[in-house]
């Protein structure tokens, strides 16, 4: 069974920055799509970021390009997500995703949250003005 636990919310200013780590346990495929999603009340859950562990292929959303970045903990199945320049529409729950022998991208973007099979609890993000 996989299971993904993030850390590193937290609450911070605009402007301001933070890193949110996801380690995971009991992954069985050689590669993997590790990504991260943010979720608001009322709201579908969001692609953020996503990195594909066969060869290190990243992708973003055009929300959060230039502004975060995604990384793998080589060797463990284990990403971090840097996040600078923060702003109030960034506060979320922000959820750790992954799935087996995918390589992250259907028709040029990052997969839906239906894709993804795997699910952290999250951790929040608040940005304050």
């Known amino acids: 069974v996989v299971q993904l636990a993030e850390s590193g919310g937290g609450s911070v200013q605009a402007g301001g920055s933070l890193r949110l780590s996801c380690d995971s346990s009991?992954?069985?495929?050689?590669?993997?799509?590790m990504a991260w999603f943010r979720q608001v009340p009322g709201k579908d859950r969001e692609a953020v970021a996503a990195?594909?562990?066969?060869?290190?292929?990243?992708y973003y959303s055009d929300s959060v390009k230039g502004r975060f970045t995604i990384s793998q903990v080589a060797p463990r199945m284990a990403i971090q997500l840097q996040m600078d320049g923060l702003k109030p529409e960034d506060t979320a729950t922000y959820f750790c995703?992954?799935?087996?022998?995918?390589?992250?991208?259907?028709?040029?973007?990052?997969?839906?949250?239906?894709?993804?099979?795997?699910w952290g609890r999250g951790t929040q993000v608040i940005v304050s003005e």
């Open positions: 990195i594909w562990t066969g060869g290190g292929n990243t």
């Open positions: 009991g992954h069985t495929y050689r590669t993997y799509c």
């Open positions: 995703a992954s799935e087996g022998g995918f390589a992250c991208v259907l028709n040029g973007e990052i997969a839906a949250a239906r894709a993804f099979g795997n």
